[in-house]
Each structure stands twice: as C-alpha cells, then as structure tokens.
C-alpha cells in the first residue's frame, strides 16, 4: 500500500510515444488477423471480477503503469476480451465490423481532443462535418449548394448534423417536431393533446424520447402492422380518424426503415402520401437501412425518403463507422433552428452557420468529431466501393435466406430486405425458452456470434450480417452448429 511511488520515466518520455504506439499497431494488427483467420473465439465472455482481476485494475489506477511493458500487458488483456467483429462468425448486433484502419480518427481525436460542436473548438472536425451532412443532404435531394465545399444557408435548404447515436436522433427529431406543431411547448410545457403515430415494432427508442419529453409513452399511438410486423398503410386513416374524434393532434407519424429485429421497412411513399394530405410530420427512423438510398440496386426499398420531414441514419450500423456516429437531418433546414429555441419562432437566423455550429441544435453541448469518422471510412475505401459493400451485405442476407430455406429444420418467416435475418429452429418442437438456450449456448461455445428478438410473438434467432468476410461456409457451418444444439435440446 505504502510502497514509494516508482519513477516512471519511460511512460513519460516522450520518446516513449512512438515505440508505444508501434507496439498499440502490432498488437491490434496482430489482433486483426487472428479474429479474421478465425484463430479465436468470436466471443470470449468471462464474469467481470475475473477480468478485472486479470487486468490487476486496482493496481494499475492506483500506480499507474510503470513502463511501456505494463501498457502492453494490459492491451494484451484487455483484447484477450473483446468480442472479435472480424471474424467472419460474427453476425450479431447492428454495429459496424470496422475496416482495418477505422481507428485512426479516433486516435487523432483522442490526441487533440477538438470537440467539433463550435467551428472554433476545432474547425477541421466542424469542416468535415459539413461536407458529409452536405454529402448526405444531396443523397436526398435536400442539398440546394452548388457544390459540396458550399456551406452557406440557401433557402429551401436542408440541414442537419452529427450526434452520439440514433436515440439521441430520434429524440432530437422528435423534439422538432414538436417545436413546428406546438412552438409554445420548450416555455410552457406540453399541450396535453400531442400524440405519435407509428407502427408497433417503432424502435423502443421512439417511446423513450415520448417519456423524456414529458409526454408520456402512451403518447405513442401504435397502427396496426401485418403479419411480418411492417405497418398497415390502410390503418393509418382510421387511426388519424379515432385520434380527432378524441381530439388529439398528430405530431409526427415515424416509419422503420427498417424495422430493427427483421430488417424490413415500411412503405414510406404511401406513408408520405398519407402526410402530405394532412400535413403532418413525417418522421423517418432509418437508423439501419437509410444506406439503401445509396444503391441503385436497393433504393428502391427506401422509396418516398426525400419527402420525410426528419431523417435520422446511423453511420455506426451500415457505413462501417466505428460507434458512434448517427446524422439527423431535416428537409426544410428551419426545423432544425427553431428546435430548442427559447422562443419558439420561425424567424430566418442570418447569422447562423449550419453544418459549422451544430451546438445549437443538439441534445450535447461538448461532441466528438464525427464527422471525421465519417468521412474517413468512405476515404479509406471510395464512395463505390462503400456502395457495394452495402449491396453485398444485403445479398448475404439473400444467400442465407436460400441456404435455410433448403434445410427441412428451419424456418425462415420472410425475405429478407436488408441484412438482417430471423429464423427458427424446429419451431415445432423448441419452445421459446428453447430457441433462447440453443442462441446463448452457440454463443458461449465461442463459435459463432448471433443475436436473437422477439417476432410474431415468439422467439427467434437473429443474424445481422456485418462482415464483409462472412461466406457460404460459415452458413453451412452455423446451420451445422445450430442443428447440433438443437437437436440435444429436443
Ligand atoms: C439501432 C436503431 C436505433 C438506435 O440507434 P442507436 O444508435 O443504437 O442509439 C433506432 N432505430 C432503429 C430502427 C435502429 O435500428
């Protein structure tokens, strides 16, 4: 406890920073190619007191490390735990698997730390910022500029920015939504009388920005959705109907696109048909699936965007973005102004910088620089090649759809539209609390990473194919692993 504090010389020499940082490379290089060759588990879950024990955390933040050894050991450990996205085995969550050279903003960041909120703070993050929130705008139609490099305010301009996640997005876009219908509200409080339509399988994010914004969950009115759980178009106007006869007011109807547990979106042109005629706010969640914009292939399947009011779309899901990174933006760029206004006015700010100063209009005050992570993971690959990697990731989803489909034990509910994919096993004889342990006993085995969700009531598996690596054979190889499972389950 009391042993005298020992000098640390090579961590503070600064000569140290080069040799450190050549070792940080090679062990993460290391660390890439043996999640990629499959050397290891996919996930190597251990209870937390032994890897805190492992790490000797205590005494580390205690003394601090001692030497360029110490710093080692501790990565060294501390990758020994990770969950190994490069392997092609990894088919879990909806975050990014990164490209070998992703982590590299993230390191600049960390060494300069310039928040990007406030042009001054750090004008080349705040920079690339606007050029990717342009970039997007454009993919939209909402981008009046004559070039990327412009940004100034046009009338009839988008706008939009950078923030910590897709819930914080949506809870922003929620919010101007509500500055545009009850401009009162950021002063007095809510009218009691605001409601938002969506369907049922609307991200849990979507209630939870309703509860913090004080009006309540049940502000949430869910239309009806068909069996796959994509929403009834022909429900929403007996729904708006139900909602005027109890004299409520529609802030903002929100669609999936796509739907989280299944990967399917909803039908946003007829869903903007139906808010163009009442002029209501159209919402759109494209957390996972705004990317389809990206392909003239898939684009299809996001028909009608550009006529959303709000839009938000995670760069940390389908462009390989380390988390986090989500961009909301808005179709008409005073939306995003008169959202958290003291006053709630729709007065054309002059002065405003969009796209520079984006503190204005986010939920955080300090943010990190996103936009870098954002630009730099297309500037590692090209804009086409992105584009491909998108459509790639959505044939997969096709490929193991049709490798299911042949197999008699599995049971696949509906085509695919993105890269996520539910499935069962033996649905007729694993019960739901059996599909589950067949899902965490693959994932303890270390051999494969899936996910799994609740649909049509019951429980399924779930994969999100992420990795560009993931082949014919690690399907061949998980139906086999599964089967196994399975099978001893029974
Ligand atoms: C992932 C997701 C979110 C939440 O985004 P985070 O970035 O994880 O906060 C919201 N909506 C949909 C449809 C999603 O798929």
Redesign the pocket.
């Known amino acids: 406890m009391n042993e005298p504090i020992k000098k640390r010389t090579e961590v503070e020499n600064p000569m140290s920073f080069l040799a450190i940082k050549e070792r940080i490379a090679a062990l993460l290089y290391t660390y890439l190619q043996q999640s990629k060759k499959g050397d290891s588990k996919v996930l190597n879950q251990e209870h937390p007191e032994r890897i805190a024990e492992e790490l000797q955390l205590k005494n580390l933040f205690q003394n601090g490390f001692q030497n360029i050894q110490n710093i080692t050991d501790f990565i060294q450990g501390y990758l020994k735990h990770t969950n190994h996205l490069s392997n092609s085995r990894y088919m879990g969550h909806?975050v990014a698997v990164p490209q070998d050279l992703s982590g590299i903003p993230d390191w600049i960041h960390g060494t300069i730390n310039n928040p990007s909120s406030l042009y001054e703070m750090g004008p080349v993050g705040a920079t690339l910022e606007g050029f990717m929130i342009n970039w997007m705008l454009s993919k939209l139609n909402w981008f009046k500029g004559e070039d990327l490099y412009d940004f100034s305010t046009h009338a009839h301009n988008g706008s939009g920015l950078l923030t910590h996640?897709?819930?914080?997005?949506?809870l922003t876009a929620l919010s101007a939504a509500r500055a545009a219908i009850a401009p009162a509200a950021w002063t007095e409080g809510n009218p009691s009388d605001l409601v938002v339509m969506g369907p049922a399988t609307a991200?849990y994010?979507i209630g939870r920005a309703l509860s913090i914004m004080g009006m309540g969950k049940n502000a949430f009115i869910p239309v009806p959705v068909d069996a796959n759980e994509v929403i009834l178009t022909e429900y929403l106007e007996p729904v708006l109907k139900q909602v005027k006869i109890e004299k409520k007011r529609v802030m903002a109807v929100v669609a999936?696109a796509?739907?989280?547990s299944t990967g399917l979106f909803d039908p946003l042109d007829k869903m903007a048909d139906f808010c163009e005629k009442h002029g209501l706010w159209f919402h759109i969640?494209g957390?996972?699936g705004a990317v389809a914009l990206l392909s003239e292939k898939e684009k299809d399947k996001v028909k009608g965007i550009e006529r959303a009011d709000s839009l938000?779309w995670?760069a940390?899901?389908m462009l390989q973005v380390p988390a986090?990174c989500?961009a909301l933006l808005f179709r008409n760029q005073e939306h995003q102004w008169n959202n958290f206004r003291q006053k709630g006015s729709y007065v054309f700010h002059e002065n405003e910088v969009i796209g520079m100063d984006s503190m204005p209009f986010t939920v955080e005050c300090t943010k990190s620089a996103l936009g870098t992570k954002l630009f730099w993971s297309f500037a590692l690959k090209g804009e086409d090649a992105m584009n491909k990697f998108i459509e790639d990731s959505f044939q997969k989803a096709h490929e193991l759809y049709n490798y299911l489909n042949t197999l008699e034990d599995f049971y696949c509910p509906y085509r695919p539209e993105s890269n996520i994919l539910c499935f069962q096993f033996r649905p007729e004889q694993l019960s739901d609390q059996q599909q589950l342990a067949l899902r965490y006993e693959l994932i303890n085995s270390g051999a494969f990473y899936i996910t799994s969700c609740e649909f049509q009531g019951k429980r399924f598996l779930r994969t999100v194919l992420m990795n560009p690596n993931t082949t014919m054979q690690d399907f061949i190889d998980l139906a086999k692993a599964i089967s196994k499972i399975g099978s001893r389950l029974i």
């Open positions: 909806q996640g897709g819930s914080i997005a949506n991200h994010s999936n796509c739907a989280t969640d957390a996972h938000i995670d940390h899901k986090l989500t």
